[in-house]
């Protein structure tokens, strides 16, 4: 018997094997309890977040002012240094901007929206 005899016949053994799907187990458990609704929150600023997430991009001219006017990165973190020498660290402080997120997805999507349906190169924007 070869090597290939033994490959084929293991092959053929493992194929055969049946495997039974795991049936769902029903377990009541006394102790948990349905979680509580979660309470609904005042957002002031629902609507401007549903129509960033909801701005289509329409015409290049409309991306590239959106890719020109968000930065790629945040504007404020700086090295304050004297002297050549570093005195403090002033960290990224966009995250705190409670529309970070749909303005960083709004730039994504021009982005996309320039190189993929416009066939542009944005490496300037990058």
């Known amino acids: 018997m070869t090597v290939l005899d033994e490959t084929i ?19 009541a458990h006394p102790s948990v309890t349905p979680s509580a609704p979660s309470k609904k929150r005042f957002d002031p600023l629902y609507p401007l977040r549903q129509w960033l997430d909801n701005l ?9 002012w959106i890719c020109q006017t968000i930065p790629a990165q945040c504007p404020f973190e700086r090295d304050v240094k004297l002297f050549g020498k570093t005195l403090f660290h002033i960290p990224p402080l966009c995250k705190l901007n409670p529309l970070y ?15 993929e349906d416009c066939g542009e190169d944005i490496t300037p924007y990058i």
């Open 56 to 64: 289509e991009m329409r015409s290049p001219e409309q991306a590239h």
């Open 9 to 27: 016949q293991q092959i053929v053994t493992v194929s055969w094997v049946w495997l039974r799907k795991a049936e769902p187990q029903h377990i």
């Open 101 to 115: 997120e749909q303005f960083v997805y709004l730039r994504f999507r021009a982005l996309s929206y320039l190189a």
